[in-house]
């Protein structure tokens, strides 16, 4: 079964990566009762940030933006994962092994 957001039934990851977010959201209404507009400083100093070729503030403004790059998923020699045998095993619980 799988929800309408891709996951399978039962997978609370969607709601695990937020947060972070949540946190950051409650001390920015801890602080200040008027929250977007210290958010929106706190995003105008990230761009500024970028503007003068701060490379973590690059990556973090690209990783917000674009999505954060998959990474690949390799051998030990950095080469294809090589798939050699799959085996399928079907065991009867009654019976003892």
Known sequence: MVNKGGA?????NGGKAKIWS???RRALARREKGHPKRLNRLADALLNKC???D???LKEFGDRVEG???QA?????????EIA????VIVD?????
């Open 68 to 70: 954060k790059v998959p």
């Open 85 to 88: 045998q799959i085996r399928r």
């Open 51 to 53: 503007e003068e070729g």
């Open 73 to 81: 998923i390799t051998g030990a020699d950095g080469g294809a994962i």
């Open 93 to 97: 619980k009654k019976k003892p092994e």
């Open 22 to 24: 949540d946190a950051i």
């Open 55 to 57: 490379i973590p503030a």
């Open 8 to 12: 399978p039934k039962g997978n609370n």
